[in-house]
Nanobody
Framework: VQLQASGGGLVQAGGSLRLSCAAS????????IAWFRQVPGKEREFVAA????????VYANSVKGRFTISRDNAWNTVYLQMNSLKPEDTAVYYC????????????????WGQGTQVTVSS
């Protein structure tokens, strides 16, 4: 499985961005795809996740009501719509795939894409 994250950029506080995670290879083996984020010197932080089968979602409290994770029907791309962005959302965002379940623990994820930088200016 290969994951390709894109869509990051520079945005002012209160603005919006949409990240995309394109999956290829044996995507049928994926149970869930998640977004994590990381700032220098800190651990990778869970943001949101979605299951392949019925689209169940999980969100970190810090992004509930502002971010929305979704997927296309072919399960080729997972999106993270980020609204009402805050400077504290600044980070490198990664997408990851888990073969077994949906979890907030980065160590449980089997495949990772490269990161995409999101910078929110105040």
């Amino acid at each position: 499985v290969q994951l390709q994250a894109s869509g990051g950029g520079l945005v002012q506080a209160g603005g919006s961005l949409r990240l995309s995670c394109a999956a290829s290879g044996r995507t049928s083996s994926i149970y869930a795809i998640a977004w994590f984020r990381q700032v220098p010197g800190k651990e990778r932080e869970f943001v949101a996740a979605i299951t392949r089968s019925i689209g169940s979602t999980v969100y970190a409290n810090s992004v509930k009501g502002r971010f929305t994770i979704s997927r296309d029907n072919a399960w080729n791309t997972v999106y993270l719509q980020m609204n009402s962005l805050k400077p504290e959302d600044t980070a490198v965002y990664y997408c990851a795939a888990d073969r077994i379940g949906i979890t907030t623990n980065s160590k449980d994820y089997d495949y990772w894409g490269q990161g995409t930088q999101v910078t929110v200016s105040s």
